[in-house]
């Protein structure tokens, strides 16, 4: 499961965006990425992207990419998925960069 989340504090300080991964049968999340001073995740710039490596209980590692829902395409490592999903095999320290597309063509950024 993925959450993204924003927040602001009467502190000041500006905006924290957090983009949380669960992964199946996993008990908590991970910050998978994170921003400060940015408009991800909030009204004024709903699109968003992030990606985690994660090992399967089996031992294959995973990059596991999600974005908002009005991203219509996700490619990394050479693999391309429809829709705002992608999940595809890597190494442990495989440098990977994502790229998403929103279902009219916009590039959408990538927290990081």
Do not use: D, H, M
Request: proline letters at 3%; hydrophobic letters at 40%; aromatic letters at 6%.
């Amino acid at each position: 499961a993925w959450v993204c989340t924003r927040a602001e504090t009467w502190r000041g300080g500006g905006p924290r965006t957090l983009a949380l991964f669960r992964a199946p049968g996993a008990r908590t999340a991970v910050v998978a990425a994170k921003s400060e001073g940015s408009a991800a995740c909030g009204v004024r710039e709903p699109l968003v992207l992030a990606g985690v490596r994660w090992k399967s209980r089996a031992g294959n590692w995973y990059l596991i990419a999600g974005g908002s829902k009005q991203v219509g395409s996700v490619s990394a490592a050479g693999s391309t998925a429809s829709g705002n999903v992608l999940a595809v095999r890597t190494t442990r320290s495989a440098q990977t960069s994502l790229t998403g597309r929103t279902t009219e063509g916009a590039e959408v950024a990538t927290l990081r």
